[in-house]
């Protein structure tokens, strides 16, 4: 089973709705992590929790909220997004919160705003 | 702020070598580097913590200079499977965030 699972694999939604991506770690990590990949830009942190806890907002607008029920969950509820919301949204974890930590990357929801 | 790759894209064809540069206007603790392959996930390929330490994944590997705020990327007899997009992540020495880069398209072709 891999790593970081990530579903759906694919969304498409009008801007009045709300849906939730959801990321789950077989790998017993304490930190995880929501990013924005757009393309051609680079990688956009948007959230990270530490031991279940929110450590990093990255001033990321309200419609976007997050929600780690345990270490192993991560998700991200969405509501009234925008077209410009449009993108791939990776989730990842890493055995602790730290820049000196490998990252472990899900497959991304990809992510159609109509 | 994030670090600044270079080049954008490069093609290989089998066997040749290229090398890819990461570089940071903050001073640097970490500096990891990933691969991503088309419709799938970044994967890890290492880590270069301060110490001017280099690494090595097969014959993928790294530098990371301090002084210059900056890491390099080394692709040694390119193989097929080395294709897709490399991306650094680099880590300031009060931050526990990364920051990345806009990433590297490399293209091996038989």
């Known amino acids: 089973e891999t790593g970081v699972t990530q579903t759906p694999r694919h969304l498409v939604m009008g801007m009045t709705n709300k849906k939730s991506l959801k990321c789950e770690q077989h790998?017993?990590?304490?930190?995880m992590y929501w990013y924005k990949q757009s393309a051609k830009k680079p990688l956009e942190l948007m959230f990270v929790?530490?031991?279940?806890?929110?450590?990093e907002n990255n001033s990321v607008p309200s419609r976007f909220s997050p929600e780690c029920p345990n270490s192993s969950h991560l998700f991200l509820h969405l509501h009234t997004l925008q077209p410009e919301d449009s993108a791939l949204y990776l989730c990842?974890?890493?055995?602790?919160?730290?820049?000196?930590?490998?990252?472990?990357f899900g497959d991304g929801t990809r992510l159609s705003i109509l | 702020q994030q670090p600044v790759q270079s080049p954008q894209a490069v093609i290989l064809r089998e066997g040749e070598d290229a090398v890819i540069n990461c570089s940071s206007s903050?001073?640097?603790?970490?500096v990891h580097w990933y691969r991503q392959k088309h419709g799938e996930a970044p994967v890890f390929l290492m880590i270069?913590?301060?110490?001017?330490e280099q690494k090595g994944h097969e014959k993928i590997s790294a530098s990371f200079n301090e002084k210059k705020q900056q890491s390099s990327l080394y692709l040694t007899a390119s193989q097929l499977s080395y294709s897709g997009t490399y991306f650094c992540?680099?880590?300031?020495?009060?931050?526990?965030?990364?920051?990345f880069g806009a990433g590297t398209t490399v293209t091996v072709r038989a």
């Open positions: 990842a974890s890493s055995q602790v919160h730290g820049s000196n930590q490998p990252q472990h």
């Open positions: 790998l017993g990590h304490n930190a």
């Open positions: 929790y530490s031991l279940e806890e929110r450590v």
């Open positions: 903050k001073a640097l603790y970490s």
């Open positions: 270069l913590l301060k110490g001017g």
């Open positions: 992540g680099t880590g300031a020495s009060n931050d526990y965030k990364l920051s």
